[in-house]
């Protein structure tokens, strides 16, 4: 009936419909009982804790020995049928002691026994055979299975440790040509297609085993060698990545010289411009700011600084808290280095502003400058810095503190060295701790048209003075 069920009259009968989904699920549960099977015997003698690769060997001889094993049926099988008894007792043999010897392997583990005992049989039982079988022609040349044996040596072991398994190879080929003309004298009838379809087999037997141990050898070389450049395009992100950190760290001069002669790097720099700047308020600042935030306008600021400094050529020094120390004329020397400072100087005002505006902050700039000899060095053997000591350091560091809200502050050393292109107001004597009075000056603007100017209102508003 159409449409009729499994349990309907005329439907399909349930146990057919059953059948060949029972049939397909022993098929499965049995092809699976076999991958476990095979599982169970590449695993066979391994260890929990062996290393990868080791694992890898032992996996590897375990089934080339047992394929070998089951190869070698074909012989016992042709000479059985043939009448060759005591031919085909050989390999029967040696089907034994390969199964022996994985067995044993599987329960002692003792892979270096396990490796020498393949080796050994491989080597001479294809020999044994081919003087039973009355030398090369009548055996189709069936001792040339014994260079598996040095190939497997060279696989297994290395190639200092071949050389033996080699020697011993050419060895009883050297004793097979001696007997040859004895053994081919008392040489058992063996039919022409049978010797001609060995020779077959042992040539392609033999070159396909040669030829994949050359693809096992090509295939290990190619993946050292790419694991090789992999580590080497890692150690090359490293060191630049080291390269950026210590640029980070430590003036590019410097670096170099520390990467090149590692020991005490001290300079004495004759003439060096050193300024000092200081964010106003900023304690005050911290306590009312979240910790996130106060960070975010600090790491703001003082990257626009930094910005600012490389444009003009200035090595940042350090921060110190919410101070910022800035130098030109180190590690290398130039001519325009007071210069080069009060340039920065006056750009870090309205860079702070815009900093300030962009957080919703009122952010305000003190600043002083020094300029004369000072020492240069790298401190420290972790966290080392390059930093800067003298009186030249000092003073700066003491104009930074004196100067009025908003004002940049310098000495009469750095007014006598400035060029025409600035714009400074003398403050008068002023009393400087550690110091007699000293005369200083403010730097107001870059003065239009290259010319130094002297106490005009314009230039004194830009800083609020």
Same mark, same amino acid.
Request: hydrophobic residues 45%; contains cysteine.
């Given at each position: ?52 690769? =080791?694992? #890898?060997?032992? *996996? ?8 070998? $094993? !089951?190869?070698? +049926? /074909?012989? @016992?099988?042709?000479?059985?049928? =043939?009448? #060759?008894?005591? *031919? ?8 034994? $002691? !390969?199964?022996? +010897? /994985?067995? @044993? ?361």
């Amino acid at each position: 009936m159409p449409g009729a069920g499994p349990n309907e009259p005329g439907g399909p009968d349930p146990a057919s419909t059953a059948y060949p989904r029972t049939s397909m699920e022993a098929r499965a549960r049995r092809a699976i009982g076999r991958l476990r099977w095979l599982q169970r015997l590449v695993d066979a003698g391994s260890a929990p804790d062996d290393p990868e690769e =080791l694992r #890898l060997r032992k *996996s590897v001889l375990v089934l080339s020995a047992s394929l070998m $094993a !089951s190869f070698a +049926s /074909i012989w @016992v099988v042709t000479y059985a049928v =043939l009448g #060759l008894w005591s *031919s085909a007792a050989i390999p029967f043999v040696y089907q034994l $002691a !390969s199964a022996t +010897s /994985i067995l @044993v392997f599987a329960r002692a583990r003792r892979y270096v026994l396990f490796r020498r005992s393949q080796l050994a049989m491989s080597l001479v039982f294809p020999f044994l055979l081919q003087w039973s079988l009355g030398g090369f022609e009548s055996s189709s040349a069936v001792g040339l299975w014994g260079v598996t044996s040095p190939l497997g040596a060279l696989l297994f072991s290395g190639a200092r440790r071949s050389v033996p398994w080699f020697a011993g190879f050419v060895g009883l080929v050297a004793v097979s040509v001696a007997l040859d003309p004895t053994l081919a004298a008392s040489a058992p009838d063996v039919p022409t297609g049978v010797t001609v379809a060995f020779f077959g087999l042992n040539m392609i037997g033999v070159s396909a085993t040669a030829y994949a141990l050359l693809q096992h050898f090509v295939r290990s070389r190619d993946r050292a060698r790419s694991e090789l450049e992999q580590q080497h395009r890692a150690l090359e992100l490293e060191q630049a990545r080291s390269e950026r950190l210590l640029l980070n760290v430590l003036p590019g001069p410097v670096a170099a010289r520390l990467k090149s002669r590692p020991g005490v790097i001290a300079d004495h720099h004759p003439s060096v411009t050193v300024l000092f700047a200081d964010l106003i308020g900023f304690t005050r600042l911290a306590e009312r700011l979240p910790a996130d935030e106060l960070v975010a306008v600090l790491d703001r600021v003082f990257a626009r600084w930094d910005a600012l400094a490389a444009e003009r050529g200035v090595e940042k020094i350090k921060t110190i808290g919410d101070a910022y120390m800035a130098a030109a004329g180190v590690p290398e020397p130039r001519a325009d280095h007071v210069e080069a400072v009060a340039s920065l100087a006056l750009a870090m005002r309205p860079e702070l502003e815009r900093c300030g505006r962009e957080a919703g902050l009122e952010l305000g700039i003190r600043a002083g400058i020094d300029t004369g000899p000072v020492v240069a060095g790298v401190i420290g053997q972790s966290r080392f810095i390059y930093d800067l000591w003298g009186d030249t350091v000092n003073t700066a560091s003491r104009m930074e503190s004196h100067a009025p809200p908003g004002g940049i502050q310098v000495t009469g050393r750095v007014r006598d060295r400035l060029g025409p292109g600035f714009d400074l107001r003398p403050r008068g004597p002023i009393e400087v701790k550690g110091k007699s009075a000293m005369t200083t000056y403010l730097l107001l603007a870059a003065a239009p048209g290259g010319k130094r100017r002297g106490s005009r209102a314009g230039p004194q508003t830009f800083f609020g003075l």
